[in-house]
Nanobody, 124 residues
Framework: QVQLAEFGGGLVQAGGSLRLSCVGSGPNIRSTAMGWFRQAPGKEHEFVASISGTGQWSWYSDPVRGRFTISSDNAKNTVYLQMNSLKPEDTATYYC?????????????????WGRGTQVTVSS
């Protein structure tokens, strides 16, 4: 069973940057698609970005495209989310997710494994 752990959340001013890391462990991690969701208070989980197991393909939601970049380091079993030009509306708990296979589902509950989340707060 794959396990995920997120790192890198924090408090930042609007316009600033943060980098989140998600470290995966367990069997077959390198054949697993991974990515990020976020959940703001009182809202549903929202897809943010994902990357294929090979790292060749990536996908982004419209609100973050052009500001966030997802990448992977298979040697470290780690996926990163570089977040630039942060806005107060990016404030949320960010969750890493993984799914066995080539792509992550954009529906949170249809993936296989989830991390515990890391808080990102963007002040105005």
């Amino acid at each position: 069973q794959v396990q995920l752990a997120e790192f890198g959340g924090g408090l930042v001013q609007a316009g600033g940057s943060l980098r989140l890391s998600c470290v995966g462990s367990g069997p077959n991690i390198r054949s697993t698609a991974m990515g990020w969701f976020r959940q703001a208070p009182g809202k549903e989980h929202e897809f943010v970005a994902s990357i294929s197991g090979t790292g060749q393909w990536s996908w982004y939601s419209d609100p973050v495209r052009g500001r966030f970049t997802i990448s992977s380091d298979n040697a470290k079993n780690t996926v990163y989310l570089q977040m630039n030009s942060l806005k107060p509306e990016d404030t949320a708990t960010y969750y890493c997710a993984a799914k066995n296979g080539p792509t992550l589902s954009s529906t949170y509950t249809q993936n296989d494994v989830w991390g515990r989340g890391t808080q990102v707060t963007v002040s105005s």
